[in-house]
C-alpha cells in the first residue's frame, strides 16, 4: 500500500485531432498512440508522480472535443483543479478555437482551477502558430504555457509536473484553501500503490458511429 499526499484531477479539452489522447498516452506510458479512432465521450487515466519527495496522484480525463459531447463534458469541469487546454501549433484554426474552451471553463469550472495552455505538435515542420503567439496569449490570461510533442515526448512530463507544482504553490500560499468542499482536490489517503492505465468510459452504439477515425497520432 502508499499513499498520495494529494490527488489533484486533470481534464483535457481542445478542438478535435490536437493530439489529446496521444498526450495522455505519452504522459501515461511514455510512448506514442499510432493510430487510434476520435475519443468517444471521456477516457480516464491516472498516475502517480514523485515531487519532492511526495507522492501526488494524477487523476486524468481525456475529453472529446466534438460538439456532440460538449454538454457531456461540462459536467465534469467543476471537478478539476487542473485544465490542460490543448491546440496544434500546425493549425491556426485550433489556436483560434482556444477561446471558445476559455469560455467553457470559465462558465463551468471551479473558482480554484488552474489552466495550462499547451501547444502540441511541435515536431511538425508547418508550424503555423509561433511560440510569441501562444506564450502572449496564455500571458494575457493568467495561465501555465507549454510546448510538447506527444509524439516524441518532448515537454510531456515536464508539463504535467509543472501544472502540478503550481497547484502545490497555490495551495501552500492559501491561494487555494483546503476544506472539505474544494473541488479537483483529495487530502492524502492510503490507497493502491503507483498506477498506471486508462479506462474508457463509451456512450452508446448511435453516438459512437458520429466518432471519426484519424490514422495518426499527433
Not at 478555437?97 to 499547451?118: M, S, T, Y
Not at 510546448?147 to 504535467?160: D, I, K, P, Y
Not at 503550481?166 to 474544494?182: F, M, N, P, Q, T
Amino acid at each position: 500500500m502508499s499513499t498520495y499526499k494529494y490527488l489533484f484531477k486533470f481534464i483535457i479539452i481542445g478542438d478535435s485531432y490536437v493530439g489529446k489522447s496521444c498526450l495522455v498516452q505519452q504522459f501515461l506510458h511514455e510512448r506514442p498512440r499510432q493510430e487510434h479512432e476520435a475519443t468517444v465521450g471521456i477516457e480516464f487515466g491516472v498516475k502517480d508522480i514523485n515531487l519532492s519527495g511526495s507522492i501526488i496522484r494524477l487523476s486524468i480525463w481525456d475529453t472529446a472535443g466534438q460538439e456532440t459531447f460538449r454538454s457531456l463534458i461540462r459536467a465534469y469541469y467543476r471537478s478539476a483543479i487542473g485544465v490542460l487546454l490543448c491546440y496544434d501549433c500546425s493549425s491556426t484554426q485550433s489556436f483560434n478555437g482556444v477561446e471558445k474552451w476559455v469560455q467553457e471553463v470559465n462558465d463551468n469550472g471551479n473558482e480554484n482551477v488552474v489552466i495550462a495552455l499547451v501547444c502540441n505538435k511541435i515536431d511538425l515542420q508547418d508550424r503555423q502558430v509561433s511560440s510569441v503567439q501562444g506564450r502572449q496569449y496564455a500571458v494575457d490570461h493568467g495561465f501555465l504555457y507549454a510546448e510538447v510533442s506527444a509524439l516524441n515526448g518532448v515537454g510531456v512530463q515536464q508539463l504535467f509536473r509543472d501544472l502540478s507544482l503550481e497547484i502545490i504553490r497555490r495551495i501552500d500560499s492559501a491561494a487555494i484553501v483546503l476544506g472539505k468542499h474544494l473541488q479537483g482536490i483529495v487530502i492524502g489517503e492510503a490507497n493502491l500503490s503507483p498506477t498506471k492505465h486508462i479506462i474508457t468510459l463509451e456512450l452508446d452504439e448511435a453516438q459512437q458511429q458520429k466518432s471519426q477515425k484519424k490514422k495518426t497520432c499527433c
